[in-house]
């Protein structure tokens, strides 16, 4: 039976957005690092930060783009050090991921961001998949790595950094692109992703945050990626948007980033309305929500508060997106889904 989207009252809405099971697909998880827990590491690994107190740290999260982000994120990580770090921050992300009927997360890590400071790639890779296997074993989440590199290293780093990362080939499901954007088109990483898609890696990039809508075309012309992370100055282009509509290419849209970082003013300004009503295979993530404002759960109630062209309808397009746009099998894509399904129909039942 359809879902009676109009059945679903108004008020309803904020409860359902809460408790509907849904995926999270843009997470990195040096981004979930909340400033307790970089106090608490920074004492128990003997790091010296530059800000004296917690309220000191959270009163600098005040961006006026992504990098004015980036260089604070960078320095929040420094108190990673041990297998443990990596494995306390990722299981705190799963614990508020569940919290928020979070059924499935792919993590972002970034390996360059440690092994500059002489971390071995081994100590984070088996750190986050340990927090992975136990999210799946106590919370029922089913998680994933993708590993991203800097863009605004060079190459030859990101092809070290992947081969580095061999050895632990099982251990993650694809690559991304992350850091600052501008300046650094996806084409720099033509080759690395080859040699990515080569392994029967997924490929991902960040395209079209800050940079124009000519990189979202480099990530799909020369990356080949299978999801563009952001995307939302596709906008502009009205020919990529029919582009990205017809071939159902993902974009992981990350709406409080976008208004922490200035992408847009407002969240009232946001085109999340548009991306949909064009056909795109939208859908809603937290980016870095220890610093942008919140977890999934907040993303959504701050876009639905402020975007009253959006309702049901809309909300249960952004969930079942958000399970087509996963590497999770047809199986499991299939059992979330119908997970999401009979919770909309009960909202319709009014139960
Ligand atoms: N954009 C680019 N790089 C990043 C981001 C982002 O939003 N978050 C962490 N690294
Ligand atoms: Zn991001």
Known sequence: MPIDFAAIPRSALPGLLCSAPKAELHIHIEGSLEPELIFALARRNGVDLAYPSVDALRAAYAFSDLQSFLDIYYAGASVLI???DF??????????????????????????????????????IRGLHRACQQAQSQLGI???????????????????????????RDLFIGVGLDSSERGHPPEKFARVF??????????????????????????????QVQRIDHGVRCVESPALVQRLAASRMPLTVCPLSNVKLC???????????????????????????AYFGGY???????????????????AYRLMCNSFEASFASDAAKAGWTAQLDGAFQAAAAGA
């Open 263 to 289: 992408v847009y003013k407002t969240m009232a300004d946001h085109q999340l309305p548009a991306l949909l009503a064009a056909g795109l295979c939208a859908t809603i993530n937290s980016d870095d929500p």
């Open 82 to 84: 041990e297998e443990q």
């Open 194 to 223: 080859a040699m990515a898609r080569a392994q029967g890696l997924h490929l991902v990039a960040h395209a079209g945050e800050e940079g124009p809508p000519a990189y979202i075309e480099s990530a799909l012309d020369v990356l």
């Open 142 to 168: 089913s998680a994933s790595l993708i590993l991203c590199f800097l863009r605004h290293l060079s190459e030859d780093e990101a092809i070290a950094t992947l081969q580095a990362a061999l050895p632990y």
């Open 296 to 314: 999934m759960n907040a993303n959504f109630t701050a876009t639905f508060d402020a975007l009253p062209q959006l309702g049901a309808a809309q």
């Open 87 to 124: 494995f306390d921050m990722a299981w705190a992300y799963f614990e508020r991921a569940a919290a928020d009927h979070v059924v499935h997360a792919e993590l972002f890590f970034d390996p360059q961001t440690h092994t500059v400071r002489g971390v071995d790639i081994g100590v984070v």
